[in-house]
């Protein structure tokens, strides 16, 4: 399982995914997620802003993991 340290009490999914190498650029956030399943806890997520905190653990479709975790 791949982390992601944030220094803030949250992260927007948007800003996780391109955090996380997975977009190049904040605006492909929304067609990232309407064209590939996330999964935020265990339930699946299409929501841009939905805010992520430490110990959320993010899925990709192709089953890669993520963890937030506090700096």
Do not use: C
């Amino acid at each position: 399982m791949h982390q992601i340290a944030i220094s803030t009490e949250y992260i927007t999914l948007g800003q996780f995914l391109k955090e996380a190498g997975i977009i190049d650029t904040g605006g492909m956030a929304k067609w990232y997620l309407a064209e590939h399943v996330v999964w935020v806890n265990g339930e699946e997520e299409n929501r841009r802003g939905k805010k992520l905190s430490p110990g959320d653990t993010v899925t990709l479709a192709d089953g890669t993991e993520f963890e937030i975790v506090a700096e």
